[in-house]
């Protein structure tokens, strides 16, 4: 597609449920990131994949998160047992090559997840 | 720790004023840096980035911004702020060896006050 679509624009979900967020980087892009950004704070690392890999995970905040990507192309972000604290926009973002060196990264519009 | 530190989580300007943003980074090698802009409800977009060619980068809608390797500094300026330029700023960092994301700051929201 022309660019990144992340799917659902909101969510909100009772706390202690099961949530899937969906990111659909631009076409070709190989490396994919997701990113969490929490009312007053600045992005936060979660995740990044080189294809279908995920060569770092170390941004993930607990065992109840969890990411896949298949075909090299779409990815799903899962949050088991969502918390209060979870509340936030995640974003995505996917590049042409494995290193943001001479790209910036191209963002989605992200998912605003609310826990009630 | 590499990272950026952007001063001042608040900034208001009045329209036609000087816009500056300020963003200092921490690194032990070479930094490329970028500066991303976010509307409201709205993901995030490159506005522009340095990548050790000039150090006076250019970026869309007038902004520019100057990497400056003494004071460890890439401040984002506007010589003229326009109405349209409310928004929240981040800056953020990326490098030449081993980091596959970017490290962003905590971002600035910029007013402009008509």
């Known amino acids: 597609g022309a660019g990144v679509s992340q799917s659902p624009s909101n969510k909100v979900t009772e706390k202690g449920k099961d949530v899937e967020l969906r990111c659909d980087p631009i076409s070709g892009h190989t490396a994919l990131y997701w990113y969490r950004q929490s009312l007053g704070q600045g992005l936060e690392f979660l995740i990044y994949?080189?294809?279908?890999?995920?060569?770092?995970k170390s941004g993930l905040p607990s065992d109840r998160f969890s990411a896949e990507r298949t075909g090299g192309s779409v990815s799903t972000l899962t949050i088991q047992r969502t918390q209060q604290e979870d509340s936030a926009v995640y974003l995505c973002?996917?590049?042409?090559?494995?290193?943001?060196?001479?790209?910036?990264?191209?963002f989605g519009s992200g998912t605003r997840l609310t826990v009630v | 720790a590499q990272s950026v530190t952007q001063l001042g989580s608040h900034v208001s300007v009045s329209e036609g004023a000087l816009v500056l943003l300020r963003c200092n980074y921490s690194s032990s090698v070479p930094p490329y840096l970028f500066w991303y802009v976010q509307y409201p409800n709205q993901g995030l977009q490159l506005l522009l980035k340095y990548t050790s060619a000039a150090t006076l980068v250019k970026g869309i809608n007038g902004f520019e911004a100057e990497f400056k390797k003494s004071e460890t500094s890439f401040h984002l300026t506007k010589p003229s702020a326009h109405m349209s330029d409310a928004a929240e700023y981040f800056c953020?960092?990326?490098?030449?060896?081993?980091?596959?994301?970017?490290?962003f700051g905590t971002g600035t929201r910029l007013t402009v006050i008509p």
């Open positions: 994949f080189q294809g279908n890999s995920a060569p770092d």
């Open positions: 953020a960092v990326s490098y030449q060896t081993g980091a596959n994301n970017l490290f």
């Open positions: 973002a996917s590049t042409p090559a494995s290193a943001a060196l001479n790209y910036g990264y191209t």
